[in-house]
C-alpha cells in the first residue's frame, strides 16, 4: 500500500466507492518495487552474504530465479550472515 498515492490509498479503502468500479474499463495496477526484508542487517566486506545481487527492481521486470535467489538468501540471513568469501571465488582456468 505504500507505493500508491494518498487518493489512490483513499479511493481502496472507502467500500462506498467499490459501486464505482465498472467491469468494461481497464485499470493499470501501480508498479510494485521489490526488495529483501532483511530488518538492520548490513552487508559486510569479506562476508559470503550480498543482497546486491541479483538486482530486483519491479515486480515486473524481475525474473522467477533473482526473485527465487533474492528468497532463499533472506530465508537464511542468519545462517549465511558470518560466512566469509571463499578465496576460491572463481574456478581455476585450465591449462
Not at 507505493?3 to 485499470?27: C, G, H, M, Q, V
Not at 508498479?31 to 545481487?53: D, H, I, M, N, P
Request: aromatic share 8%; glycine share 4%; with cysteine.
Amino acid at each position: 500500500m505504500q507505493s500508491l498515492s494518498a487518493p489512490e490509498r483513499a479511493f481502496i479503502e472507502d467500500p462506498a466507492r467499490l459501486d464505482t468500479w465498472k467491469e468494461e474499463n481497464d485499470y493499470e495496477f501501480p508498479s510494485l518495487t521489490v526488495s529483501a526484508a532483511v530488518g538492520e542487517w548490513q552487508e559486510e566486506r569479506g562476508k559470503l552474504l550480498s543482497l546486491k545481487t541479483p538486482i530486483l527492481g519491479s515486480f515486473s521486470s524481475c525474473g522467477k530465479k533473482q526473485l527465487y535467489q533474492c528468497c532463499v538468501k533472506t530465508l537464511h540471513i542468519r545462517l549465511l550472515a558470518e560466512v566469509k568469501e571463499s578465496s576460491y571465488k572463481q574456478t581455476p582456468s585450465s591449462p
